[in-house]
């Protein structure tokens, strides 16, 4: 089993370059921007279905190399590779058996199990349990040191309309 | 006429009959509820109690926590936390200061780690939040977790699963017309179903996708940044459909792809000049 756990990982280590260079493909027809700001200078348009080499991301943009140019586009109108495996390839089999789930991050190396419906439904209460998580309780004034500690700073901002009622 | 008559009283019979149901059931479901509460705030009075059970979704807060105490209690009987407490102080502050920027800062906010390598996460009404070590093992920064956190602040605030549960409570007590022997916890038991399956239950789409669009708002409140969401959506994405490990929330919840793309659609032309931090250095490393 052991043996089965390092072959996985060596295979997922050996195929790992292949995925270095990130790529995605546009979703929606953007235009690529000198910097990640709205009143950037728009340079080319991308249209649906363009690929893009992904550099990085900064906040909503993402850095991208593309034969129109390259520049940065928002980050939501680019779909990040084209991992969306719908079944019956060895990526699951894999993900499963090295503890990786296709991100190229380990998920977990250890033995713990799933939580499926079956063990939410058969879940017997566990007072002992429940008091401990209650005992971590942070109230909002040690929220606010925490943020403080953070050079986080509260800021209004207003709730966002569903997309399906909002005018186009 | 006449035969159209008939049909009428008879439409009218059967609404009163109906509607003599439902008055029945909302009874027996607030005094089960009453019962519960009670054996928790003695102090409580009747008739504030009582009061605060009118309306569709008139369940009073201290009501809202006892059914969601019982939730977390179930899911912790299922998965234990994870016994690091660097880790869950860390995710308790995280969470409580996402939560404080929501409309509900003074409820007593409860975040922990449970021991699965699922992907996923819950939230209990009355502010029981939870997600998996598999998820967490996924964030790569504190504004991850701060998403991930304000999607389920979002259904507690919003109390969809709260909704869900008075619905389905009602017609199911019409049904077994609950004994009165059984003890307190047992009766709000009796309310939520068997264990937490109430968390395994999916909720509506829209209700999916507002908890998205609430999680990005309080992450841009709480000083994040406001796209790390949508990262995590898109590593989510990235699992095979038939991974295992994201079986559940692959059920419950629209393909992240469709989440990202409804987000797209609103975050792009509010949030684009909006920065935010992500605080990779303060970040939490679970031990292995």
Not at chain 2, 30 to 48: F, H, N, R, W, Y
Request: with cysteine; charged share 25%; net charge neutral.
């Amino acid at each position: 089993m052991n043996l089965i756990k390092l072959g996985a990982a060596l295979f997922a280590l050996l195929v790992m370059p292949a995925f270095a260079a990130e790529i995605g493909n546009v979703i929606r027809a953007d235009g690529i921007k000198v910097e990640p700001f709205r009143d950037a200078k728009t340079i080319a348009m991308l249209s649906v279905g363009d690929k893009v080499e992904i550099v990085k991301k900064n906040g909503g943009w993402l850095q991208i190399k593309s034969p129109k140019g390259k520049g940065w586009v928002h980050m939501l109108n680019v779909r990040k590779g084209d991992m969306r495996k719908d079944s019956g390839d060895l990526g699951g089999l894999l993900g499963m058996a090295s503890g990786r789930a296709g991100t190229g991050k380990i998920v977990a190396t250890t033995g713990i199990r799933g939580l499926d419906e079956v063990e939410l439904q058969s879940a017997k209460y566990n007072e002992t349990e429940l008091n401990l998580v209650e005992s971590y309780t942070i109230n909002r004034a040690e929220a606010q040191v925490f943020a403080t500690q953070g050079k986080l700073v509260a800021r209004k901002f207003d709730y966002l309309p569903s997309p399906d009622v909002s005018p186009e | 006429m006449k035969a159209i008559m008939k049909y009428l009283s008879v439409t009218v019979l059967t609404l009163l009959c109906s509607a003599a149901w439902s008055f029945d059931f909302e009874e027996e479901f607030k005094k089960v509820l009453k019962d519960g509460v009670q054996k928790k705030i003695e102090e409580k009075s009747d008739a504030a109690t009582s009061s605060a059970l009118l309306g569709l979704v008139g369940i009073s807060q201290e009501e809202e926590i006892t059914i969601g105490r019982q939730i977390a209690g179930n899911l912790l009987g299922a998965s234990a936390l994870v016994k690091d407490q660097g880790l869950q102080s860390y995710v308790n502050n995280v969470g409580r200061w996402v939560a404080s920027q929501s409309e509900r800062p003074d409820l007593a906010w409860h975040f922990g780690v449970i021991e699965s390598s699922d992907v996923n996460a819950f939230a209990a009404p009355g502010g029981y939040i939870f997600l998996t070590r598999g998820l967490y093992s996924l964030l790569q920064n504190e504004a991850e977790l701060a998403g991930v956190l304000g999607h389920e602040i979002g259904h507690v605030i919003r109390k969809h699963h709260l909704k869900i549960l008075q619905q389905s409570s009602l017609v199911d007590l019409g049904g077994k017309l609950i004994s009165k022997r059984i003890g307190g916890n047992d009766k709000v038991q009796k309310l939520i179903g068997n264990g937490a399956e109430i968390v395994a239950r999916s909720l509506d789409k829209n209700a999916e996708f507002e908890a998205d669009r609430i999680a990005v708002v309080l992450a841009t409140r709480a000083g994040y940044d406001a796209f790390a969401l949508p990262e995590v959506l898109q590593q989510i994405g990235h699992f095979a459909k038939d991974d295992g490990s994201v079986a559940l929330l692959f059920k419950t919840h629209p393909h992240p792809d469709d989440r990202l793309e409804k987000l797209g659609l609103v975050m792009n032309d509010r949030l684009e000049d909006v920065k935010g931090k992500t605080l990779v250095a303060r970040f939490y490393r679970i031990k292995p």
